[in-house]
């Protein structure tokens, strides 16, 4: 007997899945969506398993409203990984299943799988092609074409031979003659003529070497080379092999649309078959990359952070770059690490995965020095390149103007004389982070957080970049009307005209959010960047992420002080892999580079190692300090957070829920509630509470049944809450 009840998905913020009965003249199969009545009205979901039995009380058990697809769409394993997933952070499943299907599948609509539309001659269509019943010469005419070609044929095809055939294909197709169905779809071919690339030195050659060794099962291995050192280029070859056998490539890179040329590269090298995935697309354009990958008909996935659900067939090989970047981590709703569920896609592919970065995560340094990851080191740049000089500026009792000190402005000026690139970095936009009144002390205090309005002076506002807050930037002081109002301290765009100023004649090219806006502007101002001979780019982290200027040789940085007193445990390793790659774009080519840090405190041990001994030298002590302090990656680490518009009612949830666990949650400690980094954002009084355990599974036993409990809480009422598993951004 087939099975009577689905097990089913629904999107709602509930931990469980539902059980409805299968109507029993259509199957269902796990993986396809369905069309469910759930409370007042329809929602669409997917199919997790199939049951004979179900705990649901019989006049409460529904019936599937209407089966969405015929095929599934996600495998067993696919669904056998989201439900995992679910269960390892403590999400609600339906919502982890619904972020696996492109937008249009998740809104129910028709699945449009590759192959185009076409008419499919059935079985009475044939028998009136051989005995016609009518003589209707146009109606023949199209059976004939259809059963010369096998059976089926593109509309458009059908289109382009009988352009007058409309009316025969709706009599045909309501006599049953003939069917709607789809064109099977080709594979995109792959391609071996495409170029090779530059002739791998020594150390890519090992890496590849040991690579390849672990790519027969699962395994781990942590591609630690420094910047420029050639690490795309071992992508790339592992790649190849992967397609080589057949298999599927999933590569994940932190934010694509900063590096269009990392798409262009991966496309020259192997061809069609290299499908996007990114916010950027389409839905369209999306669904149908997701179905080719998902059906073997394209092998590489090139995505960002949620590609990592892509149910990618065969995969063959899992590709992390830069995986010590922050996009890596979703920080609101489900709060995943792509980079952790790479790793676990891999286990459950069995195949290898590839964790790549100039400045590695001490978390997976970690296991590199553990040995549970393979350590692949490489350690001097590819071609010719040298590495970068570094070295620090101190800012006291020097001229500064606009945030730049003197020798800073001349090093600038030797850059440009020498025909050459410099890069100036502050990781600020706007043009003052704060609005200030001298004669009564005013600031530019957002309303609604405790955070400053942030001066933009090229749209003339006031701008609050964590609530999104606008106001007309005040001509006179909003509390003792004095006429003037003085922005305290630089932003990019301060920066910019500073520069503008002391070096008229050269190009200058700003790069952060705000300048890049406009679909296309990054684009464009990449390309200006590559045919300029000497000049000025300034920027936030955008340009420091990935890019490959060939002409830059001076970075300089203008602000490194605010990552080195911060109470966040992770800013030092944040700030020190921001410096290390921000300099990483110095001298990549024939001609060397200098990184040159601004700093008021240059004597500070972290800064001193970072450019005396560099990045791997600060990760093995930040590494022996976190330990030594039982802070990740030698504990693990949860972190509830609540919020609400009440300033009692998220510490009241809090205070509840630790001490419901200080009694039960065996080797858990839990700490606060304490204030949220920012107490109050948009209105909302934020508290945080943070569960730490030595043993991850400690932490998980406390975890799993605190999302049902806390939601049955009285004190839950008026507080929004979220649990975050690992987290990485403590704010
Ligand atoms: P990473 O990913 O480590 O930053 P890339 O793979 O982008 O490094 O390489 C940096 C630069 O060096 C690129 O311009 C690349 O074409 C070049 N390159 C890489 N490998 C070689 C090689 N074996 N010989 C010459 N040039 C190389
Ligand atoms: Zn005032
Ligand atoms: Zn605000």
Redesign the pocket.
């Known amino acids: 007997m087939a099975p009577t009840i689905a097990r089913v998905a629904v999107p709602v913020p509930v931990p469980s899945l539902f059980d409805y009965r299968v109507p029993f003249d259509r199957p269902v199969t796990p993986g396809c969506r369905v069309r469910v009545p759930f409370g007042r009205g329809h929602r669409t979901a997917v199919v997790v398993e199939l049951a004979d039995a179900t705990r649901c009380p019989d006049e409460r058990l529904k019936d599937i409203a209407e089966v969405l697809d015929e095929a599934a769409l996600l495998g067993l394993d696919d669904l056998a990984f989201l439900v995992w997933a679910a269960a390892y952070y403590h999400h609600p499943v339906g919502e982890v299943i619904a972020t696996a299907l492109p937008l249009r599948l998740r809104r129910g609509r028709a699945a449009e799988p590759p192959g185009e539309p076409g008419w499919r001659l059935t079985d009475s269509g044939a028998a009136a092609w051989r005995n016609p019943p009518t003589r209707a010469p146009r109606r023949q005419a199209i059976l004939a074409a259809l059963a010369d070609a096998g059976g089926a044929l593109g509309r458009r095809v059908v289109a382009e031979r009988f352009p007058t055939g409309g009316d025969a294909l709706r009599v045909m197709r309501r006599a049953g003659w003939i069917l709607d169905c789809r064109m099977p779809a080709l594979p995109d071919p792959l391609d071996t003529g495409m170029p090779p690339?530059?002739?791998?030195?020594p150390g890519?050659l090992d890496a590849i070497a040991s690579i390849r060794g672990l790519m027969s099962g699962f395994g781990v291995a942590l591609l630690d080379?420094?910047?420029?050192?050639?690490?795309?280029?071992?992508y790339l070859h592992l790649a190849q092999t992967a397609l080589a056998k057949g298999r599927g490539v999933m590569v994940l890179v932190p934010e694509i649309s900063l590096t269009p040329q990392l798409e262009r590269r991966f496309r020259a090298r192997l061809g069609e078959t290299v499908r996007v995935l990114h916010s950027g697309l389409g839905d369209s354009e999306r669904e149908s990359a997701w179905h080719r990958l998902r059906l073997g008909l394209s092998r590489v996935l090139l995505g960002t952070r949620s590609s990592v659900f892509t149910p990618v067939a065969d995969l063959g090989l899992v590709i992390v770059d830069e995986e010590h970047d922050g996009s890596y981590k979703q920080g609101e709703g489900f709060r995943y690490s792509a980079r952790d569920l790479a790793i676990v896609r891999g286990k459950r592919a069995g195949c290898a995965v590839v964790l790549?970065s100039?400045t590695p995560s001490l978390e997976s340094l970690r296991h590199a020095l553990d040995g549970r990851y393979v350590h692949v080191r490489?350690d001097r740049?590819?071609?010719t390149?040298q590495p970068p000089r570094v070295g620090l500026l101190d800012l006291r009792d020097q001229p500064v103007y606009g945030g730049i000190a003197q020798p800073m402005l001349d090093r600038i000026a030797a850059t440009l004389a020498a025909d050459e690139q410099a890069i100036v970095f502050l990781n600020r936009r706007g043009y003052a982070p704060v609005l200030c009144c001298y004669a009564c002390g005013w600031l530019s205090d957002c309303p609604h957080c405790d955070a400053r309005q942030t001066v933009h002076r090229h749209n003339s506002v006031l701008w609050c970049h964590h609530c999104g807050r606008l106001q007309r930037l005040p001509q006179k002081c909003p509390q003792c009307g004095a006429g003037e109002l003085n922005p305290l301290g630089q932003g990019t765009e301060q920066v910019e005209d500073v520069l503008a100023a002391r070096f008229p004649d050269w190009p200058l090219i700003r790069i952060d959010r705000d300048s890049t806006a406009r679909k296309g502007s990054l684009e464009d101002k990449l390309a200006q960047i590559r045919d300029a001979t000497g000049a000025l780019l300034v920027g936030t982290q955008m340009l420091a992420k990935?890019h490959?200027f060939p002409r830059v040789t001076l970075v300089g940085v203008l602000d490194a002080d605010g990552g080195l007193f911060s109470a966040d445990f992770r800013a030092a390793e944040r700030m020190a892999q921001l410096l290390e790659q921000v300099g990483?774009r110095a001298g990549?080519a024939e001609r060397p580079g200098q990184v040159l840090i601004q700093t008021r405190y240059p004597d500070h041990p972290l800064l001193q190692t970072l450019v005396r001994q560099g990045y791997r030298a600060f990760a093995r002590e930040a590494l022996r300090e976190r330990e030594a302090a039982a802070l990740p990656p030698f504990a693990h680490q949860a972190l509830l957070r609540a919020e609400g518009s009440d300033p009692d009612a998220p510490a009241g949830l809090l205070e509840a829920v630790a001490a419901g666990l200080r009694g039960t949650a065996d080797g858990v400690d839990v700490w606060g509630p304490v204030p949220a980094p920012m107490p109050r954002r948009a209105g909302r009084y934020r508290v945080h509470l943070l569960l730490q355990a030595a043993r991850r599974e400690s932490l998980h036993r406390a975890l799993r049944p605190l999302p049902g409990w806390i939601a049955g809480l009285p004190q839950a009422r008026r507080v929004r809450w979220s649990l975050d598993v690992d987290p990485v951004d403590l704010f």
């Not at 690339?197 to 030195?201: A, D, H, I, L, S």
């Not at 080379?225 to 071992?234: D, I, L, R, Y």
């Open positions: 690339g530059p002739v791998p030195n890519q080379g420094v910047t420029g050192s050639g690490k795309t280029e071992v790549g100039a490489l740049r590819a071609g390149a990935g490959h990483g990549r």
